[in-house]
């Protein structure tokens, strides 16, 4: 996930990555995943299931990393 997201350039790349430096794991994918609800951003089935998979592993709500 962290090399698909270096593909992409901006502030909110600039931000998840420097939580993820901190260990910040959880910060990391609500940042990213309200970014791509607030920008519109679209992205492919096999990003979402990442997400989704990266989430349930973290034991999340999806409420937490997704709904927002």
């Given at each position: 996930m962290v090399t698909r997201l270096q593909s992409f350039r901006g502030p909110t790349t600039n931000r998840v990555l420097e939580y993820l430096e901190h260990v910040e794991w959880g910060l990391a994918?609500?940042?990213?995943?309200?970014?791509?609800i607030d920008e519109g951003i679209l992205i492919s089935e096999s990003i979402f299931n990442s997400i989704k998979k990266i989430g349930e592993e973290m034991e999340l709500d999806s409420i937490d990393w997704w709904e927002k």
């Open positions: 994918l609500e940042h990213l995943c309200s970014n791509i």
